[in-house]
């Protein structure tokens, strides 16, 4: 059955007035996660106490919506676990599987990967010592770079300034053959293009749930372990609810089965109640569909914004299948211009130098919202309404 995405759209509660092209950033409220929340704190958290870990299911929910995402980017049942911020997961990941390369010292990774993952990575490697380097190379460069000293390769699939999107398929068969495992983020993937971790034969993942799959600011992030590996690794963030039996209350770490081990300590029981309500709008959809869909948004932003702002580059590749599910366009202005249109009602973002970035999310963006978006943009930059001192004044948060 083909997807409703007029259907999916009532099940978000958008603010009128406002075109959001930045769902890939951090995506907008379900009505029933409101609802759900609200449930989860008076009637589960209020009326239970401590008894909701058992009588609601709290301490299983982890592994509950770990199957609910695996759907969503091709992961076996029983191998994606949530919990924690996607920037501990990245480490979790990256911990295991260099210690199932032991021979070998080299991570590589490229200069588009976000920062926090490259930074997580640079830490462990001081903590690590006895030798261990990150290696970062262009994203054009990595495939060359990919040698046999390699320990890991970790990647974050769909770059978070161009939208460049790696060729995860390719990448894992040649890291394999030359004896290293793979990392990969897919902050930008999950609920943006199909991802099929088993079929693509890969070794870890993991990625955020803020961002297209809706689950609130600070919503939980999702680790998956192939299975072949899941009982081999050993976390290095071991903590008691990774224990093979947390009350039993041993003095010994003994890693839980499989992807329970991957588990830290107490999850966000309010988040992931937002995010289950949030996963009950991904159930009535298929990703081919989500994806073609993002693809006809995307290809209509960027005619419209070339044929009416020839002073905007196209920063994102041409080729759709090359891209994520966001475009972004390069001007030397971009921060006054994203301001100016965030003032006229279209969100997006801004990212250093000089990126305007805008996110499809065919869930809740309509084709009217991509046409109006191209129009007000389009009378920005002729009128140069973004020339203002008020345009300038970076916040914060870009
Ligand atoms: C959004 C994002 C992050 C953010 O990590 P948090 O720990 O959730 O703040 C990390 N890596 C990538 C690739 C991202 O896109």
């Known amino acids: 059955m083909a997807a409703d995405f007029a259907a999916t759209r009532a099940m978000f509660q958008l603010p009128d007035g406002v075109i959001y092209l930045d769902g890939n950033s951090l995506g907008p409220l379900p009505r029933g996660a409101a609802e759900r929340v609200a449930a989860c704190i008076t009637a589960e958290w209020g009326g239970m106490l401590i008894t909701a870990w058992n009588r609601a299911g709290w301490i299983d929910l982890p592994r509950r919506l770990g199957d609910r995402i695996g759907r969503l980017i091709g992961a076996e049942p029983g191998t994606v676990v949530l919990g924690d911020t996607l920037s501990i997961k990245v480490y979790q990941a990256l911990a295991s599987a260099l210690e199932l390369r032991p021979g070998r010292r080299v991570i590589l990774s490229d200069t588009g990967n976000f920062p926090s993952d490259l930074y997580m990575a640079d830490g462990l490697v001081r903590t690590l010592g006895q030798g261990y380097e990150l290696r970062t190379v262009a994203p054009e460069a990595v495939e060359a770079a990919i040698t046999p000293d390699l320990a890991v390769l970790m990647l974050t699939e769909v770059d978070y300034r161009t939208g460049r999107r ?49 689950s609130g ?182």
Request: aromatic share 8%; charged share 20%.
């Open 166 to 214: 790696h060729d995860m398929v390719r990448l894992i068969a040649k890291a394999h053959d030359a004896g290293a495992l793979v990392v990969w983020d897919l902050a930008h993937s999950a609920g943006a293009i199909e991802v099929d971790l088993a079929g693509a034969a890969a070794d870890f993942a993991v990625g955020c749930t803020y961002k297209y799959l809706n």
């Open 217 to 398: 600011p600070g919503g939980p992030a999702f680790i998956y372990v192939a299975p072949h590996l899941a009982d081999r690794v050993r976390p290095a963030l071991s903590g008691w609810l990774g224990h093979e039996a947390p009350f039993a209350f041993d003095l010994d770490y003994r890693p839980g089965t499989g992807i329970e081990r991957m588990r830290v300590g107490t999850p966000p029981i309010l988040q992931m109640a937002a995010l289950d309500a949030s996963l009950d709008i991904w159930d009535r959809v298929e990703m081919p569909d989500v994806r073609a869909r993002s693809i006809t948004l995307s290809e209509a932003f960027i005619q419209g914004v070339e044929a009416a702002c020839p002073t905007l580059e196209l920063a994102s590749p041409r080729d759709p299948e090359a891209r994520g599910s966001q475009v972004s366009f390069r001007h030397p202005e971009g921060y006054a211009i994203m301001q100016a249109l965030i003032a006229a009602g279209v969100i997006g973002d801004f990212r250093a130098p000089d990126i305007l970035r805008f996110g499809f999310t065919p869930l809740y963006t309509t084709m009217e919202e991509v046409e109006a978006a191209v129009g007000i943009l389009a009378g920005i930059m002729a009128t140069s309404a973004w020339d203002r001192a008020e345009f300038r004044t970076r916040a914060k948060v870009t």
